[in-house]
């Protein structure tokens, strides 16, 4: 019973992996530096895509925070003296990248 279970286990992983996308997570980002809080990953799931939002001041980068997010949508406005940019993705890793 148990090397059954296990294989389905197994099955069901590899299964996941291969029809999800693997995005990075990080919840604070700065240009100079590399992940200061929350770093990881995560798996896509249904309606979800691989974010990233990043905050400019006078075009330059400020903060990058990263996740896995449900019905993502690109947007950009401006606020405060400041650009902020939310991107969604589709591949492995592709919510990392300045």
Do not use: P
């Not at 693997?22 to 992940?35: E, N, V």
């Not at 075009?59 to 925070?65: A, K, M, N, R």
Request: charged share 20%.
């Amino acid at each position: 019973m148990n090397k059954h279970f296990l294989l389905l286990f197994y099955l069901t992983c590899l299964i996941m992996e291969t029809t999800s996308t693997r995005c990075i997570i990080c919840h604070l980002r700065t240009r100079t530096d590399r992940c200061r809080r929350g770093f990881g990953v995560c798996h896509t799931q249904k309606n979800e895509s691989c974010m990233s939002l990043k905050i400019f001041q006078n075009d330059t980068l400020q903060v990058l925070y990263t996740v896995c997010q449900k019905f993502c949508k690109n947007l950009k406005y401006d606020f405060n003296n400041r650009t902020y940019v939310h991107e969604c993705c589709y591949y492995n890793s592709c919510n990392y990248k300045f």
